[in-house]
C-alpha cells in the first residue's frame, strides 16, 4: 500500500462507530491490516478500501486545475501555411529554421498512428504530402526532431505520439 494520505469524511459519525462495531463483532478473530482499511471503508459508506481510494483520487483530480493550454502563434501557423496549396500539400521546403516544424507537423499528421512502416512505406506517405519530391529530407527531418522512431538499421519506422508545441518545434 502506499502511504498517500486519504482523507476519511462521514456525515454521521454515530453511523460510522454503530457500523464499525457490527463489523468487528461479526469478525470472529482479529481483522488483518487490509482487513480493517476494508471495515473502515464500508463504514464510511464505500464497498471497500479500492472503492475509496479510487473515489479520492477521482476527486483530487477533479479539484486540481487542469494545465493551461498553450497559446498557438498564429503568425506562424499562418506563415507556415504559405508553404501548403490548397489541397494540403507542402509544395517547397521552408529555408527559415522556425518555420520547418509547423511543416513538419502536418506530414506527422499523415503518417498512419501507432504503426511501423517500412521505408518505402514511409517514403509512400511522405511522397503523398509533398510536391517537391525529396522525401529524404523530409524523413530526416521527421527523424531528427524525434517526431518519428526507427530501428538501428533504418527498415521499420513508427511515428512517435506526441503533442506538438506552441511554437511548432
Not at 482479529?30 to 463504514?43: C, D, F, I, K, Q
Not at 501548403?84 to 513538419?104: E, M, N
Amino acid at each position: 500500500m502506499s502511504r498517500t494520505p486519504l482523507p476519511l469524511f462521514t456525515g454521521d459519525v454515530s453511523d460510522f462507530a454503530r457500523s464499525l462495531r457490527g463489523q468487528l463483532s461479526s469478525c470472529d478473530h482479529t481483522p488483518g491490516h487490509v482487513e480493517l482499511l476494508n471495515m473502515l471503508a464500508r463504514s464510511a459508506g464505500y464497498r471497500n478500501f479500492q472503492h475509496f481510494r479510487a473515489q479520492c483520487e477521482s476527486q483530487t483530480r477533479l479539484d486540481t486545475p487542469p494545465a493551461p493550454i498553450a497559446m498557438v502563434d498564429t503568425g506562424l501557423v499562418l506563415r507556415a501555411a504559405r508553404y501548403f496549396d490548397a489541397s494540403g500539400s507542402l509544395t517547397r521546403w521552408p529555408g527559415k529554421f522556425s518555420h520547418r516544424g509547423p511543416c513538419l507537423w502536418v506530414i506527422w499528421s499523415k503518417l498512419p498512428p501507432r504503426q511501423d512502416m517500412s521505408e518505402p512505406e514511409i517514403n509512400g506517405h511522405i511522397n503523398g504530402a509533398h510536391l517537391f519530391e525529396d522525401h529524404a529530407l523530409l524523413r530526416r527531418e521527421l527523424f531528427d526532431r524525434r517526431m518519428v522512431s526507427r530501428t538501428p538499421d533504418g527498415r521499420v519506422y513508427r511515428r512517435i505520439e506526441r503533442q506538438p508545441t506552441a511554437r511548432g518545434a
